[in-house]
């Protein structure tokens, strides 16, 4: 069996509320015109039946919850989208043995409610954040209870990057530019956002927390010498004035709590990244997750294009099999088939 555990959905009942909430309402009706299959499901269910034993592990697709909708909204679209998935799982288990509950992060009293109400009640397999709160770093304080009880409920959070137009290029410029600020940038807010947690200790004060990184670890096992050797001389390029900027109490070297992270599959069909990131993290810290619909095909090209990829590796069968299936079933918890 095949368990992909980064495709995106969008619930009927939450994307109808998505829009009355949203001033993004026009945006949004354009991206599901030209991505039908973010919310029909019968188009869904025709692309997956061309690949054999293969199930979908649900996320809601981005923007974040609460890029759109301010603290007092963003608890109800909250509840709207992880019901939605929910009734999903229930509908069509064949089809989607769980969901990945999405949260208020922009009201953390809300967000830590619906954890518990989205895991106890609901039986979402964790959570999914992204790489920062409307500009705001994960490892902000206001943010640690969230880490603290997934580790408490022994589930993953998936680590979605998040970065916008408004993001330039440079400092003189107001947007990013030919899409740099998505295809190159991220890929750095999923580093930055590692390199955050790492250097926050949460590692430390959690080392079974499990976080899932999106397109496997992103810039990381690529640029492994920088994050190791370069690491290990981390104040070298710093002026002693500046010496808070480094300030860290890590009980190990930073290149150790890096390989401490989970990555997916989900680098568009490329091989040789893959190889490296599975490489990097070890064959049981990789899950098979495709990102589908956003392809160019707009719904079957990066499912085709990912086991193409996982089936070129270089590795047993035992191996390819964590990868497609064992790897997700022992961290969501989910039953042996």
Same mark, same amino acid.
């Given at each position: 069996?095949?368990?992909?555990?980064?495709?995106?959905?969008?619930?009927?009942?939450?994307?109808? +509320?998505?829009?009355?909430?949203?001033?993004?309402? &026009? $945006?949004? *009706?354009?991206? %599901?015109?030209?991505? #039908?299959? =973010?919310?029909?499901?019968?188009? +869904?269910?025709?692309?997956?039946?061309?690949?054999? &034993? $293969?199930? *979908?592990?649900? %996320?809601?697709?981005? #923007?974040? =919850?609460?890029?759109?909708?301010?603290?007092?909204?963003?608890?109800?679209?909250?509840?709207?989208?992880?019901?939605?998935?929910?009734?999903?799982?229930?509908?069509?288990?064949?089809?989607?043995?769980?969901?990945?509950?999405?949260?208020?992060?922009?009201?953390?009293?809300?967000?830590?409610?619906?954890?518990?109400?989205?895991?106890?009640?609901?039986?979402?397999?964790?959570?999914?954040?992204?790489?920062?709160?409307?500009?705001?770093?994960?490892?902000?304080?206001?943010?640690?209870?969230?880490?603290?009880?997934?580790?408490?409920?022994?589930?993953?959070?998936?680590?979605?990057?998040?970065?916008?137009?408004?993001?330039?290029?440079?400092?003189?410029?107001?947007?990013?530019?030919?899409?740099?600020?998505?295809?190159?940038?991220?890929?750095?807010?999923?580093?930055?956002?590692?390199?955050?947690?790492?250097?926050?200790?949460?590692?430390?004060?959690?080392?079974?927390?499990?976080?899932?990184?999106?397109?496997?670890?992103?810039?990381?096992?690529?640029?492994?010498?920088?994050?190791?050797?370069?690491?290990?001389?981390?104040?070298?390029?710093?002026?002693?004035?500046?010496?808070?900027?480094?300030?860290?109490?890590?009980?190990?070297?930073?290149?150790?709590?890096?390989?401490?992270?989970?990555?997916?599959?989900?680098?568009?069909?490329?091989?040789?990244?893959?190889?490296?990131?599975?490489?990097?993290?070890?064959?049981?810290?990789?899950?098979?997750?495709?990102?589908?619909?956003?392809?160019?095909?707009?719904?079957?090209?990066?499912?085709?294009?990912?086991?193409?990829?996982?089936?070129?590796?270089?590795?047993?069968?035992?191996?390819?099999?964590?990868?497609?299936?064992?790897?997700?079933?022992?961290?969501?918890?989910?039953?042996?088939?």
């Amino acid at each position: 069996m095949k368990i992909d555990i980064f495709p995106h959905i969008f619930p009927k009942p939450f994307y109808e +509320r998505m829009l009355q909430q949203s001033g993004r309402a &026009d $945006y949004m *009706q354009k991206r %599901t015109r030209d991505i #039908p299959v =973010l919310t029909d499901l019968e188009l +869904r269910f025709r692309i997956m039946d061309r690949y054999p &034993d $293969y199930v *979908q592990v649900l %996320t809601l697709a981005s #923007p974040p =919850l609460e890029a759109f909708g301010d603290p007092k909204t963003s608890p109800e679209l909250a509840r709207f989208a992880n019901d939605g998935m929910a009734e999903l799982v229930a509908k069509y288990p064949d089809r989607f043995p769980a969901f990945v509950a999405s949260l208020p992060m922009n009201n953390i009293d809300a967000t830590m409610e619906e954890v518990d109400r989205a895991i106890t009640k609901l039986g979402a397999r964790g959570v999914q954040i992204f790489s920062n709160v409307n500009g705001r770093p994960l490892d902000e304080p206001v943010f640690r209870p969230l880490f603290a009880r997934m580790a408490h409920h022994d589930l993953p959070l998936w680590l979605h990057p998040a970065r916008p137009n408004t993001m330039a290029d440079y400092p003189v410029e107001s947007k990013s530019r030919y899409e740099i600020w998505w295809v190159f940038g991220w890929p750095y807010e999923t580093s930055a956002a590692m390199a955050r947690i790492v250097f926050s200790g949460l590692f430390d004060e959690f080392p079974d927390l499990k976080i899932i990184t999106h397109h496997c670890g992103a810039m990381v096992p690529t640029f492994e010498g920088r994050v190791g050797p370069g690491l290990d001389q981390l104040g070298a390029r710093t002026p002693e004035s500046e010496a808070d900027l480094v300030k860290h109490s890590l009980k190990r070297k930073p290149g150790d709590y890096f390989r401490m992270f989970y990555g997916d599959t989900a680098l568009f069909g490329a091989i040789a990244p893959l190889q490296a990131g599975v490489g990097y993290f070890g064959i049981d810290r990789v899950l098979f997750g495709t990102d589908m619909p956003f392809d160019p095909e707009k719904g079957e090209g990066f499912i085709r294009g990912t086991i193409r990829a996982v089936d070129a590796l270089q590795i047993a069968p035992v191996d390819r099999a964590k990868l497609y299936e064992e790897n997700a079933r022992r961290l969501l918890k989910l039953p042996k088939k």
